[in-house]
């Protein structure tokens, strides 16, 4: 049975980047990459019904019911297989600190790149285990690497030992969940689990099962250039409009300013000159009410904007991009006491907190599959100061085999 961080260690090597900008699904070819590789590692270790979808791909298994376990219910496990384009996947080089000591961690000596306690206090927490870093050059992967990793050693564990016994186990693998798109073309009923967990969330412990409703805005502002020497009455300089618009927004209703269940606008990007600029704002928040209001809000800032400077100054294209679980799952709530009944017997606390942020499992949720989400053992995403704790890693494979044992 391969061990769950070498295993590890084979897959942050793939790089598997998704593009928020292909427009195509999957996003990047490279996804594909790993998702042979896991076609490969499920067929070898014996799972049944392994399925890419060539087109868009999802990798699907089984892990059949023991003999007489047939009727329990159908348990799904989801991973994603893509990392986040906020930093290079490319060229992933991760290494062991054995018995970490609790002080700052020089990740990179040439290129001066210290994880420093100062900036992460957190760090203290993990003083005498062992921890996967990167080399300061390109993020690590856990997210959600750790997750698929967990879940092809649950998968192993079972099919290797029949004497435990299970129901069936559906196991899926997506692409682009990074990006907002994982669920686009999973498919709910060709996966046919009454109900999953997505392995995607942080330190051992995190249960998650509410998040964000969000919603994403593309805000073009139009301006008109002439020569700054003759300009008076004349030019409007987008650049300035733009950062008008933003000072209209809630000045502390910002992701630097709020916390757990604190909704907020955010200007994500930002890129133009005096004749058009493009800001790309994300808004968030838990509170279906409070979103709405939100969103109200800005529309309201853009007409201001419109009434003071000319129609069409500022063009907002407002979408939706998905909805808060937690209105799903309030009718599936042993699927939360389940996991935390399996930590707490594991010696486990759990960390039952919002997401502050998306998951498949929030979409998968309205599209008919209950899925709240589980740890793995993974911090600091989406960046060269991402790290893993290898006993958050391998205790997460214990949670996974409880959760499994209390659906048998």
């Known amino acids: 049975m391969e061990n769950t961080i070498d295993r590890l260690f084979r897959y ?72 986040s384009p906020a930093m290079s996947g490319k060229n992933v080089n991760p290494r062991i600190i054995e018995n970490y000591d609790g002080k700052d961690i020089v990740l990179n000596s040439d290129l001066n790149v210290i994880m420093k306690v100062e900036d992460f206090p957190f760090l203290e927490n993990y003083k005498g285990d062992s921890l996967i870093v990167t ?24 099919l290797e030992n029949p004497d435990v016994k299970h129901g069936k ?34 330190a051992l412990g995190e249960l998650e099962y509410e998040n964000f409703n969000a919603a994403g805005a593309k805000v073009v502002f139009n301006g008109r250039n002439v020569h700054p020497g003759s300009a008076k009455g004349i030019m409007k300089n987008s650049i300035l409009i733009s950062a008008e618009f933003q000072a209209l927004l809630p000045t502390f209703q910002n992701p630097m300013y709020t916390e757990k269940y604190e909704g907020f606008f955010h200007l994500d990007s930002i890129k133009g000159n005096v004749e058009q600029t493009v800001c790309d704002y994300i808004i968030r928040d838990h509170d ?17 904007i419109n009434s003071k400077y000319g129609k069409d100054t500022c063009v907002v294209d407002l979408k939706d991009q998905y909805k808060n679980m937690k209105e799903i799952m309030k009718d599936h709530m042993h699927l939360i006491e389940n996991a935390k009944a399996s930590m707490e017997e594991l010696g486990i606390v759990p960390k039952i907190s919002p997401i502050r942020g998306g998951t498949d499992g929030a979409q998968l949720s309205f ?9 793995t053992g993974g911090e600091n995403f989406h960046g060269k100061y991402e790290f893993a704790s290898v006993t958050g890693i391998l205790k997460t494979v214990e949670v996974l085999k409880k959760i499994v044992e209390k659906y048998s």
Request: hydrophobic share 35%.
């Open 135 to 158: 080399d300061g050059t390109t993020l690590l992967g856990a997210d959600d690497k750790a997750g698929v990793a967990e879940i092809m050693t649950l998968c192993e564990y079972l």
């Open 12 to 83: 942050v090597k793939i790089e598997t980047t998704s593009s928020e900008e292909s427009g195509t699904h999957p996003s990047s070819e490279k996804e594909f990459d790993l998702a042979r590789v896991l076609i490969n590692d499920l067929e070898k270790i014996g799972a049944k019904d392994v399925y890419l979808d060539e087109e868009h791909c999802y990798v699907y298994a089984t892990v059949p019911a023991s003999a007489g376990y047939e009727d329990k219910p159908v348990l799904g496990f989801i991973a994603h297989m893509d990392t």
């Open 169 to 202: 186990i559906r196991i899926a693998f997506t692409p682009d969940e990074e990006i907002g798109e994982g669920p686009d073309f999973f498919d709910v009923k060709l996966f046919g689990a009454d109900f999953a967990y997505t392995v995607d969330g942080g």
């Open 367 to 375: 599209m008919g599959l209950p899925c709240p989400n589980l740890c």
């Open 288 to 304: 279906k009410d409070l979103f709405e209001e939100k969103k109200k809000v800005f529309l309201r800032c853009a007409d201001f």
